[in-house]
C-alpha cells in the first residue's frame, strides 16, 4: 500500500470529491481524519466503509473559517493517530452566482473565507505538526478561465489558492510538498445546485473526451500528488477538466 501507515486529513470530505478522496486515501493505507460542515450522513458513511474495510477514520464537524474549529480538527487528528502526513485543502464553495453589480461585501468575504482562508488557516496549524508530508489543495478551473455567469467571486479566490499553492511550495520545500487540483465539469451536487443541466449536456458534448469528470477521477489524482508517485512534482497546479482547457 502506498500510504501505509501515514495519516491524512480530509476537509470537506461529506461528499462528492472529499468523500472520494479519503476513501481512496484510506484504502491505500492511511487513516483518515474526515472534517465536514453539514454533511453528516456522508461524512459518517465514508467512515464506516473504511473501518469495516479495516482501515482507520473518524469524522468531525467543523467550519474552517473559524481558527477554533481547525484547532480542533488538528487536534484529534494528533492526538487520535499521533501525527499527520498528508493535507487534502478541499473544503469550498461558491455558496451563490452573483454579478458584481448584485454582490455584497459580505458574500465578498465569505466567498474568499471558505475558498482561502480556510487554507490559510488549515495549513498554518497542520504544519506544525508534518515534519514531512504533502498538501494537496483544490483550485478549479475557474481560477484559470474566471468561471461562469456569477462566479467572479469564486474564481477569483480560486485563483489565488494556485498562487498560495506556489507560495506555500516554495516555503516548504523540500520536507513537505504543496500541489493543486483544478477540476473542470465534475459531477458533484455543485453543479447539482450552480449549473443548469443543459449547461452541462453542453459541456459534455464539447469535451475532448465526451463526459464530465466523476469523484473518483479526481480521487485517483490527489492520491498521485498525496504519495511518492509524485515525489519531484511541487507547486504545481494540475488540470483535470477532460480536455476542455489546456493550460
Known amino acids: 500500500m502506498k500510504l501505509q501507515g501515514k495519516t491524512a486529513i480530509v476537509t470537506g470530505g461529506g461528499r462528492d470529491i472529499g468523500a472520494g478522496a479519503a476513501l481512496k486515501l484510506a484504502a491505500e493505507g492511511a487513516n483518515v481524519a474526515i472534517n465536514y460542515f453539514a454533511s453528516s450522513e456522508g461524512a459518517d458513511k465514508a467512515v464506516a ?28 487528528t494528533v492526538e487520535e493517530f499521533g501525527g499527520i502526513d498528508i493535507l487534502v485543502n478541499n473544503a469550498g464553495g461558491l455558496i451563490s452566482r452573483k454579478t458584481i453589480s448584485e454582490m455584497s461585501l459580505d458574500h465578498w468575504n465569505a466567498v474568499m473565507d471558505l475558498n482561502l482562508t480556510s487554507i490559510f488557516l488549515m495549513t498554518k496549524a497542520t504544519i506544525a505538526h508534518m515534519k514531512k508530508g504533502t498538501i494537496v489543495n483544490l483550485a478549479s478551473q475557474a481560477g484559470r478561465d474566471g468561471g461562469g455567469p456569477g462566479a467572479a467571486a469564486y474564481a477569483t479566490s480560486k485563483g489565488a489558492v494556485m498562487t498560495l499553492t506556489r507560495s506555500l511550495a516554495k516555503e516548504l520545500g523540500p520536507d ?41 477521477d479526481t480521487a485517483n489524482l490527489v492520491l498521485f500528488l498525496a504519495c511518492d508517485d509524485s515525489a519531484y512534482l511541487t507547486g504545481t497546479n494540475i488540470d483535470i477538466n477532460g480536455g476542455m482547457l489546456f493550460s
Open 176 to 216: 513537505i510538498r504543496v500541489n493543486a487540483l483544478c477540476p473542470g465539469m465534475i459531477d458533484t451536487d455543485f453543479h447539482n445546485i450552480h449549473t443548469p443541466d443543459a449547461g452541462r449536456r453542453g459541456l459534455e458534448a464539447a469535451a475532448p473526451l465526451k463526459r464530465q469528470g466523476s469523484p473518483e
Open 49 to 76: 466503509e473504511i473501518i469495516a474495510n479495516g482501515g482507520k477514520a473518524f469524522a468531525l464537524q467543523g467550519d474552517l473559517t473559524k481558527p477554533e474549529d481547525v484547532d480542533a480538527l488538528v487536534s484529534k
